[in-house]
């Protein structure tokens, strides 16, 4: 897989949205922002949010809706940057809408029936206008707080907890016919699709999370972002097997390598949508190549 670095120097890009401008915006975990990263490669910043800012989306309304998973402990290792579990200057999980033209950040959720979102990851929004989110949970002092599926609205009027407990979940994403979600989950590098039965409502399917296992490729592969081509493939970013694994609904999977061992997540732009975007994390890169096939278009992006 050919890469042409387009930005570096990023303190540990995730969350990147194509936009039809050219430029992709997204988040800087360490840094706290959302980020605009030209074509050039130069940066400018959309809004300070603090925390550990994670995946993004843009809503039907033209905001950017960031999970924001309170932050991170950050280690140096031989001069690349990794993530650890909570520190002590952890601000709290939450959901964040940001209006791209003047910068204003609302927080729009920060529990859900009483109960404090712990890590936020990755979100996707469906034609409705809805909105499916991980939370990865946390850990701190020996205590592993347990993950969850949630689905919300984007005024703030609603956040629905749709399955509890799941193992470190992180990437989400729809099936094109929006029938499945599916999500990666990180520690054990497994994918599993939960079959939706309406808004934010899912089919049951059985221990132990209530969905389907799709894919877990051998070898050490913790799994992060992902994103759904046209096809229906779900290609997920991978850490440790540094690239992307494009897994196909029957489970049948091949391997993109990068240089980057924690390569956290792809989107696709271009006229074509063939063009992917990688947020290479450790070393603070955006890159982009040529993907096989074309991505999924979003429902609120690419039209």
């Not at 001069?79 to 809408?97: A, D, F, H, K, M």
């Not at 990666?184 to 699709?193: K, N, Q």
């Not at 440790?240 to 489970?251: E, K």
Request: glycine share 14%; hydrophobic share 35%; aromatic share 10%.
């Amino acid at each position: 897989m050919q890469m042409e670095e387009i930005a570096s120097g990023l303190e540990f890009p995730e969350g990147p949205i194509a936009m039809d401008d050219g430029s992709v915006i997204l988040v800087e975990i360490k840094r706290g922002t959302l980020t605009r990263v030209q074509p050039d490669g130069s940066t400018e910043i959309i809004a300070e949010l603090g925390g550990g800012p994670n995946g993004a989306a843009i809503g039907p309304d033209g905001a950017v809706y960031v999970c924001n998973n309170g932050g991170f402990e950050w280690h140096d290792v031989d001069g690349l940057t990794v993530p650890g579990g909570r520190p002590e200057n952890y601000s709290g999980g939450r959901i964040e809408r940001v209006d791209l033209k003047t910068g204003e950040v609302t927080v729009l959720y920060t529990a859900c029936d009483g109960v404090p979102l712990n890590g936020p990851n990755d979100i996707v929004f469906d034609k409705a206008g809805g909105f499916w989110f991980t939370d990865l949970g946390k850990h701190y002092d020996g205590i592993k707080e347990l993950g969850a599926l949630f689905y919300a609205r984007p005024d703030g009027s609603s956040i629905k907890r749709v399955v509890f407990p799941i193992e470190t979940p992180n990437g989400v994403g729809l099936s094109p016919d929006e029938t499945v979600v599916y999500v990666a989950s990180t520690e054990t590098g497994r994918l599993w699709a939960f079959d939706i039965a309406g808004e934010g409502a899912i089919n049951p399917a059985g221990p132990p999370n209530q969905g389907r296992f799709i894919c877990n490729p051998a070898g050490l592969n913790y799994f992060d972002s992902l994103a759904v081509d046209a096809e229906g493939n779900v290609c997920v970013a991978t850490i440790f097997n540094g690239g992307i694994t494009s897994i196909s609904p029957d489970g049948s999977y091949e391997h993109f390598p990068t240089d980057d061992f924690i390569t956290t997540n792809i989107c696709f732009g271009g006229a074509d949508l063939k063009t992917a975007y990688l947020t290479l994390s450790s070393t603070g890169r955006l890159v982009k190549c040529q993907w096989p096939r074309a991505g999924l278009a979003l429902n609120f992006l690419n039209k």
